[in-house]
């Protein structure tokens, strides 16, 4: 089976530009959930999607947005860039979520971002 | 609030020496576990997890964490340590509300 796919894999964006990063779920996966991972603040959950829904979500501003497709696969969109949002961005897939009985996620590669 | 912390940020061992990473955690249930290792540059891939049963889990590349409830700990243990295992290490537990709380990192060097 495949894994998690993200793309794109790297980014560089200026201040105040937006960016879409996509994310591919395992087959069979329904639930997408997006971390960010800084040097200063470690891993921090953004949202978890779930059929279609936000089901989570962080404590991030609301220019951190995302959405996910029928098929599953989930895109995130960061609006109005700052410098603190350089960042690897992760993607994880299981098959309901982690509040479904403790799941086991399953990470991709990241998309690492670097704002300008 | 539930958290993780991970007292150690940074361990040098030498190749072939024996392993143990610490894990603490606060949860007010009985957490589901994860241990997961992370490559420079890459994404994080899955050690091992407890959820219930036996406290002792065995996990890939040689890995094994023991649950102890009493002392709110999920250590990761490791025999002999292969230069190989050179990464960043990180221990979570699942949320109620949907996400994994993840530790601050431990990083491990391994000396030749």
């Known amino acids: 089976k495949a894994g998690v796919t993200q793309t794109p894999r790297y980014l560089i964006k200026t201040r105040g530009q937006q960016v879409t990063l996509s994310c591919s779920p395992i087959s069979g996966h329904r639930s997408v959930s997006w971390y960010q991972q800084t040097p200063g603040q470690g891993l921090q959950f953004l949202f978890e999607?779930?059929?279609?829904?936000?089901?989570n979500k962080g404590n991030f501003p609301g220019r951190f947005s995302g959405r996910q497709f029928s098929n599953s696969r989930s895109e995130m969109n960061v609006s109005t860039l700052e410098l603190g949002d350089s960042a690897l961005y992760l993607c994880a897939s299981s098959l309901a979520g982690v509040a479904g009985g403790g799941e086991t996620q399953y990470f991709g590669p990241g998309t690492r971002l670097l704002v300008l | 609030a539930q958290s993780v912390t991970q007292p150690d940020i940074h361990i040098t061992v030498s190749e072939g020496a024996s392993l143990e990473l610490r894990c603490n955690y606060s949860?007010?249930?009985?957490?589901?576990l994860f241990w997961y290792v992370q490559s420079p540059g890459q994404g994080l891939q899955l050690l091992l997890k407890?959820?219930?049963?036996?406290?002792l889990v065995q996990g890939i590349k040689g890995f094994e964490a023991e649950f102890k409830r009493s002392q709110s700990s999920f250590n990761l243990r490791k025999p002999s340590v292969h230069w190989s295992d050179a990464a960043e290490y990180f221990c979570?537990?699942?949320?109620?509300?949907?996400?994994?709380?993840f530790g601050q990192g431990t990083e491990l060097s391994v000396k030749p």
């Open positions: 407890y959820f219930s049963g036996d406290t």
């Open positions: 949860y007010g249930a009985t957490p589901y």
């Open positions: 999607y779930f059929s279609e829904t936000q089901r």
């Open positions: 979570a537990v699942a949320h109620q509300g949907g996400k994994l709380i």
